[in-house]
């Protein structure tokens, strides 16, 4: 339902650009968000914004990363830069939404597979 795809390797100060699409007919985004996991850490929330409010940032990413929203294509982005090693994880989007099922408005709340992004010095 949710395919990531953007991660790879990247020296220090580089930029990678995170993409995550639903499949299928949506009637709304209701929120979407970044997530990462660094070896051996607890996931960590990254980015997100709800409803299409303001987005929210970590402290360590605020300024160097971009959350936005394609609604057109289904898509989700996080623009990354001045990437350093302590940026280094998998990352997880979470987009929860609304569609048509059955005939009825119900909500979703999907993961996508997690992309690895190493960041070399």
């Known amino acids: 339902q949710v395919q990531e795809s953007g991660g790879g390797l990247v020296q220090v100060g580089g930029s990678l650009r995170l993409s995550c699409v639903v499949s299928?007919?949506?009637?709304?985004?209701?929120?979407m968000s970044w997530h990462r996991q660094a070896l051996d850490k607890e996931r960590e929330l990254v980015a997100f914004?709800?409803?299409?409010?303001?987005?929210v940032y970590a402290d360590s990413v605020k300024g160097r990363f971009t959350i936005s929203e394609d609604s057109d294509n289904n898509a989700v982005y996080l623009q990354m830069n001045s990437l350093t090693p302590e940026d280094t994880g998998v990352y997880y989007c979470?987009?929860?939404?609304?569609?048509?099922?059955?005939?009825?408005?119900?909500?979703?709340?999907?993961w996508g597979q997690g992309t690895q992004v190493t960041v070399s010095s």
């Open positions: 979470n987009v929860q939404v609304t569609r048509w099922s059955g005939g009825d408005l119900k909500e979703y709340d999907y």
């Open positions: 299928g007919s949506l009637y709304r985004i209701n929120a």
């Open positions: 914004v709800i409803n299409g409010g303001s987005p």
